[in-house]
């Protein structure tokens, strides 16, 4: 396999399927699925999941809610995501654990960082919860942040298209795709790949980011066969 140990970052919105709003219990089960295939050949995964399909800080405002509380509320949503992936991994025979940037022993492990890399090591998916633990972050800085921290070859994050492009393709039909590019073409094109603090994170780190379709079947397993397979942003 191309690395040896990864981050996915599987954004919040991904776990919705056709749904508008929480969990689809088929796309749960597709992720667990292709997250096994790589386990299976004894890839170190990490995975920072994000709470868009529940709640965003951002949405706080309108709700009369301060916005400090509301990026609780999200990070909280977060685990609640990390706890239905981890049940859908269990449920493939993917042994797993969930560890949150904010403390509730109760229902998960904290994050303790050599804890996380012992996990690792011993072939076990871990999930990180409740984002960095901070307010005015995002589940992207988290990504960032928790790859450097476990030593990760690489961000995967995961998304509903195959890569960046040269404009939004939803938008704009005549994009096309760039395979592979640095952090400063990324920057000078105003290309919006994460946002800038987890951008910046991973470009002062050096961790390469790796942008690609999350949800084409056998993807992932073929990204980590070393298969050109979305969009690699490095130094
Ligand atoms: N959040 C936060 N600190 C963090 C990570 C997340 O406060 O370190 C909150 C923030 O309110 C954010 C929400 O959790 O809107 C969900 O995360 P995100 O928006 O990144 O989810 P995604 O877009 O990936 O689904």
């Known amino acids: 396999m191309k690395y040896n140990r990864v981050l996915l970052k599987l954004s919040g919105e991904a776990l919705m ?39 965003r800080g951002m949405q706080a405002g309108k709700m009369g809610i301060d916005r400090v509380q509301g990026d609780h509320m999200g990070m ?15 449920g493939e025979g993917v042994y797993t654990r969930l ?52 030593d990760a070859d690489v961000v995967l994050k995961g998304t509903r298209v195959d890569g960046i492009y040269t404009a939004d393709p939803e938008k704009h039909p005549d994009a096309t795709k760039i395979d592979e590019l640095t952090f400063d073409e990324a920057l000078n094109k105003n290309l919006k790949i994460m946002d800038l603090t987890a951008f910046t994170l991973c470009k ?32």
Do not use: W
């Open 17 to 55: 399927g056709e749904q508008q709003y929480g969990i689809d219990p088929a796309r749960l089960e597709q992720y667990a699925k292709e997250i096994k295939k790589v386990v299976d050949e004894k890839v170190e995964v990490a995975i920072v999941i994000g709470a868009g399909n529940i709640f």
């Open 76 to 90: 909280l949503a977060t685990v609640i995501n990390g706890m239905a992936l981890q049940s859908a991994l269990e």
């Open 99 to 150: 560890m949150s940037g904010i403390q509730m022993d109760q229902v998960c492990e904290p994050f303790i960082r050599r804890r996380a890399v012992r996990h690792l090591e011993k072939g076990r998916v871990v999930i990180f919860g409740a984002g960095t633990g901070n307010p005015y972050f995002t589940t992207d800085s988290a990504a960032s942040l928790r790859a450097i921290e476990i």
């Open 204 to 235: 002062e780190n050096d961790l390469p980011i790796v942008v690609f379709d999350m949800n084409k079947p056998n993807n992932l397993y073929h990204l980590m066969s070393g298969e050109a397979v979305g969009t690699i942003v490095s130094q």
